[in-house]
């Protein structure tokens, strides 16, 4: 038995002394590598370029300097040391980060080509299956890109940016309902995306739903209080529900934001008709139509002509 022990001992270090002689077990390496995961991507440089002074056949050393180049900008750079890794073997990580440099120049056929083949060193991976999703939406394929992103939903399920697209495609589809699912998905696992919000509320606005569509906005317009595309669909959608004086304050609030807006005055001069403060509105309508919103001078007409406001007065009198 004891012969056994000594034995299986020694296949173990032999083993071992086998995979340490690789020369990813470098140190310099695995300090860059350490230094990459705490967001140190400069360091993370400097410590692996001692690790291929020392080799430069490993083609993982060029991948996690191309990986660190791609955090702080240097794609070009990263780009060389992905071709680099390939030119040393056909890995997925470089197969991977090579086919979103492409994806990110739009150059479709190549990205496709890369991510191709590392779909076929690792068809599990998320990150990939999100990417190759995103690739087919691009090329105008949404059905092809609904199932890679459903797969990629199914390898990692804790990813919110996953169902918002999911969702945005149902939403392209015309299945408001199916789409709602997916924003609601991935909201509960961030409850910051102000985009998830919007994206739901412009589905629950086609349902009929104004109260909810309302909510979401609002909660969108917590995230980024100045998104003028979601002040003014806010407002529309309290108009639907005869909260006039609401979307009076969300005009409001856009013209603080650009007072520019011709639309603004306009469509503020329209909900103070309706509260029947016709001197505001036509000021507003005035404004408006100074900044080129031609329907601003129909409403001038219909409301601020001087001989119906003298009529107006006379029948009060009455």
Known sequence: MKTYKTLGAYLFLVFLSIGCSSSVQLP????????YNQGKYQTSITLVNKAIEINNEESEFYVLRARANYKIGNK???MDDLNKSLELSNNFS???LRGKLYLEKNEFDKAKIDFRNAYELNSESADLLFDLGYLEFMNGENQLALEYYTNASKYDSRNPATYVNIGNL??????SKVAID???KALVLDTTDGIAYYNRANEKMLLGDFDGAIEDYENSLLIDSTNISTLFI???????????????????????LDSTSAKAYYLRGTTEIVLEEFDKACVDFKKAGERGYFDAYEMIKKYCDPKKKTQKKKNAKK
Not at 28 to 35: F, G, M, R, V
């Open 234 to 256: 806010l407002a529309e959608a309290k108009l639907k529900v005869k909260n006039v004086s609401g979307a009076l304050s969300n005009y409001n609030s856009i013209i603080k």
């Open 170 to 175: 149902y939403a392209m589809m015309g299945n």
């Open 28 to 35: 310099e390496y695995y300090s860059a590598l350490e230094a």
């Open 76 to 78: 070009d750079l990263a």
């Open 182 to 184: 997916n924003y609601s």
């Open 94 to 96: 470089a197969l991977h």
